[in-house]
């Protein structure tokens, strides 16, 4: 499994995680604990948006070997 496939998996459990806590948080009436689930959700979102950079840098990334031999030669 490639190291940009793990990522993505890892993605949908976080995003899975924030949505959860998110509907925790919603239903709670203690302040103390929906205070909690709304930490809970803000430091999911914020792995969320860690992973999803990541995973753009690679998916981006040209590879060595492509940087060594252009697809068109050069003249």
């Given at each position: 499994?490639?190291?940009?496939?793990?990522l993505k998996d890892?993605?949908?459990?976080?995003?899975?995680?924030?949505?959860?806590?998110?509907?925790?948080?919603?239903?709670?009436?203690?302040?103390?604990?929906?205070?909690?689930?709304?930490?809970?959700?803000?430091?999911?979102?914020?792995?969320i948006v860690r992973?999803?950079?990541?995973?753009?840098?690679?998916?981006?990334?040209?590879?060595?070997?492509?940087?060594?031999?252009?697809?068109?030669?050069?003249?």
């Amino acid at each position: 499994m490639r190291e940009v496939d793990m990522l993505k998996d890892i993605l949908n459990y976080r995003i899975s995680s924030q949505i959860l806590y998110n509907d925790y948080m919603i239903k709670v009436r203690n302040p103390e604990i929906r205070k909690m689930f709304a930490e809970l959700r803000d430091d999911e979102m914020r792995s969320i948006v860690r992973l999803q950079q990541r995973i753009e840098r690679l998916e981006s990334k040209p590879k060595i070997i492509a940087k060594i031999f252009t697809s068109k030669p050069r003249y």
